[in-house]
């Protein structure tokens, strides 16, 4: 088999900025060891998220210039609509800022104190927007997916017993719906099967629930279902994510990721009477609902990236070189999610470097040594992101795992730039055993990873 090249050609470039070591640990002490306070002209590598830093096409930039700016029933507007539609066969295709502003709106409706909202993992804005409303943000994620080692094709699964069990402890009065998100952003990017979304269906319509998609990754997910779901080999991905999304009754998803754009969302909605509702509240906070926050010209993107997305030259190039890299950092002794998701490696940092105890930040440690050696920005999703403190013992409480996300964001680097990372990372693996931790010398109480200052136990 031959190499799987970028399906594309590079017509516009940006520079990146090499720097020195010496420089970069200069760049890491004045960021007081954070990621997300380093420069981005710093960074070499940027692998923090792939949330709105996709490269656009061609197309993309001319629909930018043809953008129609109308206040009312731009023409852009139609088109967004249209595509929307048509692909995932919605009636109501509402457009908003980003995910997190269709969640917020959908939420707003539906959510309140009482109320219980499953999913196999919610995602931190969805949780966050579902928990703002004083409902509960239930995860009910198959047990597979938990764990880090275990290799499983479809690890993103909801957990079917666990949600029939929330369904009947709680009260299905108190359930307005139910969500899958896909792929499983949180659990690592891993894929739920076309099998397990048609069955929550099942099982949901038994009671009354409508289904919600958080539809962020759809079509990396239909690609998985295509390469391992049995009967999916021969039909189009376009197809597979049309039946994805046919089980549905309404989604939520972020532009920035599978649309391919900088900025965008929609909220889409088969329910006349809700999506009324959704409209309403979109005029008071996000605009009217033939614009919803964005400009007719990102209207015409997310358009054009939602034709691109389903592509499958590009998605077998995407979904490899994620693989790619999982392979070789396999290889190297780095520990990562196996196998690799769709749009990240999740490395393994507890496993990596046992030596540093979770209150010492292993995550955090890989990370700033991936940018002290290389350049390399990543984040840790770990004691940093999600620990908490004992109310009583004032000690820290750690989650399960202590990882480090490489994401890959779409169409921006290619295979000599992830073999780079695949050398520093060895090169880091290596020395592994004389990295020392962190500890944390100031931090904000609530979303603590995006603020907190840090300093070396010791520098080595
Ligand atoms: C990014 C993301 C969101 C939120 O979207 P934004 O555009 O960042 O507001 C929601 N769910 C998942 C799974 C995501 O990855």
Redesign the pocket.
């Given at each position: 088999m031959k190499t799987i090249i970028e399906p594309f050609k590079i017509k516009s470039v940006e520079p990146i900025r090499f720097t020195t070591e010496a420089e970069r640990e200069k760049i890491l002490r004045f960021a007081h060891y954070n990621p997300f306070m380093i420069p981005a002209e710093d960074v070499l590598i940027d692998l923090l998220t792939d949330?709105?830093t996709s490269a656009m096409s061609a197309r993309q930039w001319a629909g930018i210039m043809d953008g129609d700016e109308s206040y009312a029933g731009s023409k852009s507007f139609f088109r967004f609509e249209r595509v929307t539609r048509e692909l995932t066969g919605f009636r109501n295709i509402i457009p908003t800022h980003?995910?997190?502003?269709?969640?917020k709106i959908l939420f707003s409706i539906i959510g309140g104190k009482g109320k219980i909202i499953p999913n196999n993992t919610h995602?931190d804005?969805?949780r966050a927007n579902v928990e703002f409303t004083g409902a509960e943000a239930v995860d009910c994620l198959v047990e597979a997916g938990k764990h880090p080692e275990v290799r499983g094709d479809f690890k993103g699964n909801m957990d079917l017993a666990a949600l029939e069990q929330t369904i009947t402890r709680s009260g299905v009065e108190n359930i307005p719906a139910c969500m899958i998100?896909v792929?499983?952003?949180?659990g690592g990017g891993q894929p739920v099967s076309m099998q397990n979304i048609r069955e929550t269906k099942k099982l949901l319509s038994r009671y009354g629930i409508p289904l919600i998609l958080?539809a962020?990754?759809f079509a990396e997910n239909a690609y998985f279902i295509k390469l391992r779901e049995p009967g999916y080999a021969a039909k189009p991905v376009r197809e597979i994510a049309h039946e994805m999304f046919s089980y549905a009754d309404g989604c939520?998803m972020?532009?920035?990721?599978d649309a391919l754009v900088n900025?965008?969302?929609f909220l889409a909605l088969n329910d006349d009477a809700l999506a009324r509702q959704a409209r309403n509240l979109l005029i008071v906070t996000e605009g009217f609902p033939t614009y919803g926050g964005l400009a007719g010209r990102d209207l015409e993107a997310i358009a054009q990236g939602l034709e691109e997305i389903v592509d499958e030259d590009y998605l077998r190039y995407r979904i490899r070189s994620v693989e790619y890299l999982g392979e070789r950092l396999l290889a190297a002794g780095v520990p990562i999610v196996e196998p690799p998701g769709g749009h990240a490696i999740y490395v393994d940092a507890k496993r990596m470097l046992p030596h540093i105890p979770p209150h010492e930040y292993p995550g955090q440690t890989l990370v700033c040594e991936l940018f002290r050696a290389g350049g390399i920005r990543s984040v840790e999703i770990g004691s940093v992101m999600f620990g908490r403190y004992d109310a009583a013992t004032g000690s820290l409480i750690s989650p399960p795992m202590e990882l480090v996300r490489l994401a890959l964001p779409r169409r921006v680097y290619t295979q000599s730039h992830v073999d780079y990372v695949i050398e520093v990372a060895e090169d880091v693996a290596r020395r592994k055993e004389a990295l020392r931790g962190f500890r944390i010398v100031e931090e904000a109480p609530m979303l603590r990873h995006f603020t907190a200052k840090f300093e070396p136990l010791s520098v080595k």
């Open positions: 949330s709105g980003q995910g997190r502003a269709a969640e995602f804005t969805t998100t792929t499983n952003n949180s958080d962020c990754r939520t972020s532009a920035k990721k900025i965008g969302g």
